[in-house]
């Protein structure tokens, strides 16, 4: 049996607005320290739309001092192994 990760993108973006809240940190504050014109790509993380590129994942666990693993929420799927 082979188990699939995957990421649940609804907790994680909630996962998210926790981690910012928690470090007294509003969406305009990650919108201005990310550099970006507009808030919308924070906006979309949290709700669950999008997720961080890889390189903002890791200054998001920079920012709000965790590990990636405590930023992802990962759910796993357990699906038979069968051959072609």
């Not at 990760?5 to 504050?29: E, F, H, W, Y």
């Not at 320290?33 to 906006?43: C, E, K, L, M, R």
């Amino acid at each position: 049996m082979f188990v699939t990760p995957a990421i649940d993108m609804a907790r994680t973006g909630q996962n998210i607005t926790n981690l910012r809240k928690r470090a007294g940190m509003s969406v305009k504050d990650l919108q201005e320290f990310f550099g970006f014109a507009t808030p919308q790509a924070i906006y979309k993380w949290q709700r669950g739309l999008a997720l961080p590129t890889i390189d903002n994942l890791v200054v998001l666990a920079a920012v709000f001092q965790v590990k990636l693993e405590d930023i992802l929420i990962i759910e796993t799927q357990a699906q038979a192994a069968t051959s072609a």
